[in-house]
């Protein structure tokens, strides 16, 4: 499904000499997986951590419970710690991407609906930056989207790294 994409992410890496680490909480790993899908790609992909829970973001990755209890899960705030937990937790990467987003069917509010995916990332010794997007459809349709954005911005990541 995303097999175009993958291969010049992991080109772009490759030719950068940067390697990946993802945090994932709405897609399940889906990412990592994309990623993993293409032998030979242990030379980018440095692995990855599934935080479901808000416990596990805040053991694993170390984010902060003030920003769970101030922000919630799905937020800005909480998928540029995780971004941040990521790295530190993963020596030898240089890149990490985070998601965490209500996939649906259930879980939704008016401030945050079904759909909205909250993204952050960060290249070692650099700020964390984060987005939010909502994308339509069922469970299945915004976790492919999920998935399709991260690609997109770790490609906009391997880009920016040659300036």
């Known amino acids: 499904m995303f097999d175009d994409q993958v291969m010049r992410v992991l080109?772009?890496?490759?030719?950068?000499?940067?390697?990946?680490?993802?945090?994932e909480s709405c897609t399940g790993g889906l990412i990592a997986a994309a990623l993993t899908e293409v032998g030979g790609s242990s030379?980018?992909?440095?692995?990855?951590?599934?935080?479901?829970s808000?416990?596990?973001k805040q053991h694993?990755?170390?984010v902060q419970t003030a920003t769970l209890q101030i922000h919630g899960a799905v937020s800005e705030?909480?998928?540029a710690?995780?971004?941040?937990?990521?790295?530190r937790s993963a020596p030898d990467a240089?890149?990490?991407?985070?998601?965490s987003g209500v996939a649906g069917p259930g879980g939704g509010s008016s401030e945050k609906p079904v759909g909205l995916v909250?993204?952050?990332w960060m290249k070692r010794g650099h700020a964390a930056s984060s987005a939010a997007r909502n994308f339509p459809g069922d469970r299945q349709a915004v976790r492919a989207a999920t998935v399709g954005y991260a690609l997109t911005l770790l490609e906009q990541i391997a880009a920016d790294a040659s300036d």
């Open 11 to 23: 080109g772009a890496f490759r030719r950068r000499s940067l390697r990946i680490v993802t945090a």
């Open 43 to 52: 030379d980018v992909v440095e692995g990855g951590f599934v935080t479901y």
């Open 54 to 56: 808000n416990a596990l």
């Open 60 to 62: 694993a990755l170390g």
């Open 77 to 79: 705030a909480t998928v």
């Open 81 to 87: 710690e995780m971004a941040e937990g990521a790295l």
């Open 94 to 99: 240089s890149v990490s991407i985070a998601v």
């Open 118 to 120: 909250c993204f952050g």
